[in-house]
């Protein structure tokens, strides 16, 4: 169902993540190559509770 996603993806991704470290960012990346990849560095894996501000501001420039 993945390669049926037409719209612009925008994938957040925590640089502390434990889960999904940054080792498996170029397996997701190949699922989504088009893709905008936002690295942010003081989060982990919740980023919406970690970094609340921060992933405002990443999904408002997204938004456009």
Request: aromatic share 12%; proline share 8%; net charge negative.
């Amino acid at each position: 169902y993945i390669k049926r996603i037409t719209c612009p993806v925008l994938i957040p991704w925590g640089k502390r993540d434990q889960d999904l470290t940054l080792e498996r960012v170029p397996i997701v990346k190949s699922l989504f190559p088009t893709a905008r990849w936002v690295l942010l560095d003081e989060v982990q894996y919740y980023i919406y509770l970690e970094a609340p501000e921060s992933l405002a501001m990443v999904i408002g420039e997204f938004l456009g």
